[in-house]
């Protein structure tokens, strides 16, 4: 069956570390790839994606994430972490080119601690 | 642009009531997507609409309905509610249906299922 695995439920960090978040998929070809952000109370706001082409992917707030193929991998990582990156993070795929169905990981929780 | 609007934020039902969520997407978007996240299930994709069409089904019951207006607002609808059914709905615009376009989401509508 087709799958996205985040495998840490939370990640504390402290401020100004580095932080990487882990996100493995399942699918027989390579997806599109996404993460979002959470917000207590919010909805989901894109942080970057992946279709094709160079697998090192910017994003908005400083954020990066890195396609590996031979891993089934799609990391998401930041230099340096601020306060206001607490939140929930989910790696998310669109396995067909038809369709917009995402599926979820479960998700990260980011605890950012002073 | 305004963003995806949701109405109502919060909700609270009873057990065997039926409800009716809205969502307006953004303009110029034709696409809507509405999913449901639980603590326990994670963020689950419900039903996608295009052009007044569900294009696409989650894997939830009869009891769950949606539909799509010629504006593009989508309303979905659940029926003889059961404490389950207690989540945060989110519903998500794109403005095509390819698998890689974004899709933006709005803050959800809050439903607690007494």
């Known amino acids: 069956a087709q799958s996205v695995t985040q495998p840490d439920i939370h990640i504390t960090v402290s401020e100004g570390a580095s932080l990487e978040l882990r996100c493995n998929y399942s699918y027989g070809a390579t997806p599109y790839l996404f993460w979002y952000v959470q917000s207590p109370g919010q909805g989901l706001q894109l942080l970057l994606k992946y279709f094709s082409g160079d697998t090192l992917v910017q994003g908005i707030k400083g954020f990066e994430a890195e396609f590996k193929r031979s891993q089934s991998s799609f990391n998401l990582r930041k230099p340096s972490v601020h306060w206001s990156d607490a939140a929930e993070y989910f790696c998310a795929v669109v396995p067909f080119s038809g369709y917009s169905t995402l599926t979820f990981g479960k998700g990260t929780m980011l605890l950012v601690s002073p | ?114």
């Not at chain 2, 995806?4 to 997407?25: A, D, E, F, N």
């Not at chain 2, 009869?62 to 207006?69: I, T």
């Not at chain 2, 959800?108 to 299922?113: A, P």
């Open chain 2, 1 to 114: 642009k305004a963003g995806v609007t949701q109405t109502p934020r919060y909700l609270i039902k009873t057990r065997g009531q039926q409800v009716t969520l809205s969502c307006s997407p953004i303009s110029g978007h034709r696409s809507v997507s509405w999913y449901q996240q639980t603590p326990g299930q994670g963020l689950q994709f419900l039903f996608e609409y295009f052009s007044e069409t569900q294009r696409n089904k989650g894997n939830f019951p009869g009891r769950f309905s949606g539909r799509q207006f010629s504006n593009s607002r989508s309303e979905m609808n659940v029926s003889t509610l059961e404490l389950g059914d207690s989540a945060l709905y989110l519903c998500a615009s794109s403005p095509v249906i390819a698998g890689g376009n974004e899709q933006f989401f709005g803050p959800g509508t809050r439903l607690t299922v007494l």
